[in-house]
């Protein structure tokens, strides 16, 4: 009996979906592209972290897409702003998921906000990639959909508290921190931290996410002298807690975690940030000897002649450079589980000469930890080579 004709082409079109690169089946991807989506800080006080993931994402898909995308398929960015807000994150990723139809997020920008937000993404299967966090919980095998290629915020602690107490000989430490997730998954890195050396903190000031409220923070540690005070917030509130230290004569050795955003730190502190100590989790952004970095640089200014490198735009990169790299091996009809599957069954991607430890393979061998310094003129120098 003959075929009629409605039935043949839905017949065709099924069969063309299962055989054909240019016909997929996931959400997200379609003839010619593959869509990912961040929900991020755009706006508001936190914004130059969420711009800098942006446009490093941006830079490592233009890059990809100039040489005919991956599997001919290029790869697109929608961005919405959370304001680094929770409820905010909430809405946007459930945007992003259910009305933009994203493959994969990207990009995330803060523990509080991806903690609202990776549950969401789990439960529909859409991989979390790249987030701008090191907090624990995004390393629990119970989110399975999260890769993770930065060290952990227990691993930046660790090295602030090792060059503190091994190298310059501190011991008397105190801490200020986001009053959230974010800053006590500080707080609990840096107690941990301490107590293998055993020591405690001898001070702790706390101040609101989205705020500048610093005061009595800074009045509470300084009424207990210490020798140095390790910092978990955003680039706003800790430049202004640092100048106002130096206003009152308070001149502690300070120490930043790389989720401060080091280049919008230091433009922040001007003359007062020099010798504030950050730890970053990328490659230095200057060093051309790395071939990563150099293309990384070619890439942004590609994308925008006006950009220079900073640490945050050179993680945002690396995100993109990764998602490129798995979908390449993941071949023409790429399925996020698939995509996650083969993440962590490699979790070791070379990315032009640089390896990016990733997926359940970054739970064995975390990624490494960089000190930096700023200098006088705003520039950063290794601590290692002080």
Known sequence: ???????????LSMLLAVTHPAYAAEVGVTADSILFGQAAALEGPSSALGQSMRQGILAAFAEINAKG???????????????????????QTTELI??????????????????????????????????FS?????????????????????DEAEAWIKHLTEDLHLNQIAIFYQDDSFGR??????????????LELVAEGTFERNTRAVGAALKTIRRAEPQAVVMVGTYGPCAEFIKLAHKAGFRPTFVNISFVGANALARELGPDGDGVIVSQVVPFPWDTSLKVVVDYQKAQKALDPRLTPDFVSFEGYLSGRLTAAALQLAGPN???????????????????????????????????????????????????KL
Request: charge should be positive; proline fraction near 5%.
């Open 98 to 131: 259910e009305k933009d139809q994203v493959f994969a997020l990207i990009g995330a920008v803060g523990t509080p906000t991806s903690k609202a937000t990776v549950p969401i993404a789990a439960a529909n299967n859409v991989p979390f990639i790249g987030p």
């Open 334 to 384: 790429p399925t996020r589980a698939g995509m996650l599957q083969l993440i962590n069954e490699i979790g070791r991607f070379d990315i032009s000469g640089t390896i990016i430890t990733c997926g359940a393979k970054s739970r064995e061998a975390p990624s490494k930890v960089f000190l930096t310094v700023i200098k006088a003129d705003g520039t950063f120098k290794a601590v290692d």
């Open 69 to 91: 995308g991956v599997h001919g398929r290029k790869l697109n960015l929608i961005s919405r702003d959370d304001g680094y807000d929770p409820d905010r994150s909430v809405v």
């Open 1 to 11: 009996m003959a075929m009629r004709p409605a039935r043949f082409l839905i017949a």
């Open 185 to 198: 998954d500080g707080l609990a890195g840096v107690k941990a931290a301490l107590d293998r050396r055993g």
């Open 134 to 154: 090191g907090a624990d919980f995004l390393r629990s095998s119970e989110f399975h959909n999260v890769v993770n290629i930065r060290a952990s915020y227990s």
